[in-house]
């Protein structure tokens, strides 16, 4: 498949999935802007922000976990196609199904890791380390976001399973 046809999953550009992508993209705005802010007060007036750090970190961790559900949904995650030309048949839909399901444990392990971070936060009533906001927004979202993902991982499992995924089997450069 090249980078022109289009498929159902595909165009992250129609339906719900556009405010997210802008969201993404606004979380990567912020943090080039915050971290040039930052390292301009930084180097030219010996005057960084004292709060740029965290804020930043906090910022990567919103387009990571948020830009996790469009690289799950699109299966775009970066892979190592070095041995898929040797696998073919019935032995490639048994290699994807098995990604498939650890994907899905790992994100799943993710997301309740997160969610027991939230509830210890939450119960301690921790703060940053660095700055005066409370940590357990964050780590709900980012467990909302990967339970968002593990869905998604699912859905492509199923759509594996039933025979409905052929761009999903296909080695990504058969011709390497």
Same mark, same amino acid.
């Given at each position: 498949?090249?980078?022109?046809?289009?498929?159902?999953?595909? @165009?992250?550009?129609? +339906?719900?999935?556009?405010?997210?992508?802008?969201?993404?993209?606004?979380?990567?705005? #912020?943090?080039?802007?915050? +971290?040039? &802010? @930052? *390292? &301009?007060?930084? $180097?030219?007036?010996?005057?960084?922000?004292?709060?740029?750090?965290?804020?930043?970190?906090? %910022?990567?961790? #919103?387009?990571?976990?948020?830009?996790?559900?469009?690289?799950?949904?699109?299966?775009?995650?970066?892979?190592? +196609?070095?041995?898929?030309?040797?696998? /073919?048949?019935?032995?490639?839909?048994?290699?994807?199904?098995?990604? $498939?399901?650890?994907?899905?444990?790992?994100?799943?392990?993710?997301?309740?890791?997160?969610? /027991? #971070?939230? *509830?210890?936060?939450?119960?301690?009533? /921790?703060?940053?380390?660095?700055?005066?906001?409370?940590?357990?927004?964050? /780590?709900?979202?980012?467990?909302? #976001?990967? +339970?968002?993902?593990?869905?998604?991982?699912?859905?492509?499992?199923?759509?594996? %399973?039933?025979?409905?995924? @052929?761009?999903?089997?296909?080695?990504?450069?058969?011709?390497?």
């Amino acid at each position: 498949m090249n980078d022109f046809e289009e498929t159902e999953l595909s @165009d992250s550009t129609e +339906g719900g999935w556009r405010p997210l992508n802008m969201l993404v993209a606004i979380f990567i705005g #912020l943090m080039m802007a915050l +971290g040039a &802010t @930052d *390292v &301009t007060l930084r $180097y030219v007036f010996n005057a960084p922000l004292s709060w740029g750090i965290p804020v930043i970190g906090m %910022l990567l961790g #919103l387009t990571i976990f948020s830009g996790l559900i469009n690289v799950t949904r699109e299966n775009e995650h970066i892979t190592v +196609g070095l041995l898929d030309r040797f696998i /073919t048949g019935r032995a490639r839909k048994v290699q994807i199904v098995a990604v $498939y399901i650890v994907s899905i444990g790992s994100l799943l392990f993710i997301s309740e890791r997160m969610f /027991t #971070l939230t *509830v210890q936060h939450y119960v301690n009533r /921790t703060f940053h380390e660095m700055i005066d906001i409370y940590n357990w927004p964050f /780590t709900l979202t980012f467990g909302v #976001l990967t +339970g968002i993902s593990a869905l998604f991982a699912a859905w492509n499992l199923v759509r594996v %399973l039933k025979g409905k995924a @052929d761009e999903l089997i296909q080695p990504e450069n058969p011709d390497v």
